[in-house]
């Protein structure tokens, strides 16, 4: 993509979403409104781009959980987690015993470009999307949890119980294995993970969104110039997720 | 109402008559006293014989994606194309996507399309005895009742 790509793409979307609703006004007859130009599609996601997460380790601090909490309010998981609660994303303590230096970590779904969760998948319900973002169809799903044993970062949650009030752009239900979608739903709209988004709410602004494939956005800048790592790298599964100061 | 009449016009001579006439006439006293049982406890079907379900009426100004018979029939097929484009290739807020049916025809009453007996998508659902598994999932209100609940 073009230089400043994710910025003009938010900016096309926010003037289609506007024209749209522009249009949404016009009177057809007498009590008869042009209600699907009003809800203008999202366009169909594309190759050309890459999701990827940079996190900053050296800024995430050992207490704060904004990025947890924000993740089960966008998403609609509990806000207080029980043991079997499906659980997005989880904050992992590290410390290097010779040093005795610690850090705090968030890790969730690294969106492998070679993820295991989809080799596995029996019924072809874990998939992966044009741009990077590994989902679960829970439509296909059947609920056998192989994904969950395949996955080496321990990302996918499986739904126990019976769930109400979900979350209309977030559907969610029991017997489905589920995990982070990149908040695939604010993406879709030209949009940032909530998990981002607290982070920068709360001033640490450890966390990182962006496309991987285009050479001019933040993220890919900060890892040509930044030495980066990926979780498990020896596995090679190229994960889309990346952390400094590992 | 009058005894039922003889298919053959004229009526069968003797005793036979007779007997025909009184049947008959216990017949339409049971109908009648089940007609008139039938009307006070069922006020929705209004005498009918065949129930029917209670299709509520969508929002106000609104238009359909489609022609009500073409929504009748193909409804799942549409959903089902609309929900694979959603999920795989990122088209939300597509013509026949679940939120926008939601967004016209939750009930003004209980806000939702299926959660009292009488909401659009349980209504027809119950009278076709075909089970719908979507709102197991998927939000049966709209996004902004959602958001405007305590």
């Known amino acids: ?246 | 109402m009058a005894p039922p009449r003889s298919a053959f016009g004229a009526s069968p001579p003797g005793g036979r008559h007779r007997r025909t006439g009184k049947a008959g006439s216990v017949v339409a006293a049971w109908v009648g006293v089940a007609s008139l049982a039938l009307g006070l406890a069922g006020g929705v079907d209004a005498g009918e014989r065949t129930p029917t379900p209670s299709i509520e009426k969508a929002a106000a100004g609104t238009q359909c994606v489609a022609a009500p018979d073409v929504m009748r029939r193909q409804h799942p097929q549409l959903l089902k194309h609309q929900r694979d484009a959603t999920v795989h290739r990122g088209v939300r807020q597509g013509r026949d996507s679940l939120q926008g049916c939601v967004g016209c025809h939750a009930s003004a009453t209980s806000g939702s399309v299926a959660q009292a007996k009488t909401d659009f998508c349980v209504s027809c659902h119950a009278y076709a005895a075909v089970q719908i598994d979507c709102f197991e999932c998927h939000a049966s209100r709209p996004a902004q009742a959602l958001a405007a609940r305590p």
């Open chain 1, 1 to 246: 993509m073009s230089s400043g790509s994710t910025e003009a793409l938010a900016g096309r979307r926010k003037f289609l979403g506007l024209a749209a609703a522009g249009a949404g006004g016009v009177l057809l007859a007498p009590g008869i409104h042009l209600i699907e130009v009003a809800q203008a599609a999202t366009p169909e996601v594309t190759s050309k781009v890459r999701w990827g997460l940079l996190i900053d380790t050296t800024k995430c601090s050992s207490g704060c959980s904004d990025c947890i909490s924000a993740c089960n309010a966008e998403n609609g998981l509990d806000p207080v987690p029980s043991p079997t609660s499906a659980q997005w994303i989880r904050k992992v303590e590290i410390k290097e015993i010779k040093t005795g230096r610690q850090a705090s970590v968030p890790v969730m779904c690294q969106h492998c470009a070679e993820p295991p969760c989809v080799d596995v998948c029996p019924t072809g319900a874990s998939f992966k999307r044009a741009d990077g973002i590994v989902l679960v169809d829970r439509h296909a799903c059947i609920g056998c949890r192989y994904c969950v044993m395949a996955c080496p970062y321990k990302a996918r949650s499986f739904v126990h119980e019976p769930l109400t009030n979900q979350k209309p752009d977030v559907p969610r239900g029991k017997g489905c294995v589920e995990g982070c979608t990149l908040c695939v739903q604010r993406i879709d709209r030209g949009g940032t993970p909530a998990c981002v988004e607290a982070c920068d709410k709360a001033g640490h602004h450890a966390m990182l969104f962006g496309n991987l494939n285009d050479p001019d956005s933040a993220i890919s800048k900060r890892v040509r110039e930044l030495a980066t790592r990926q979780l498990r790298a020896d596995l090679k599964l190229d994960p889309g997720v990346r952390y400094l100061g590992l």
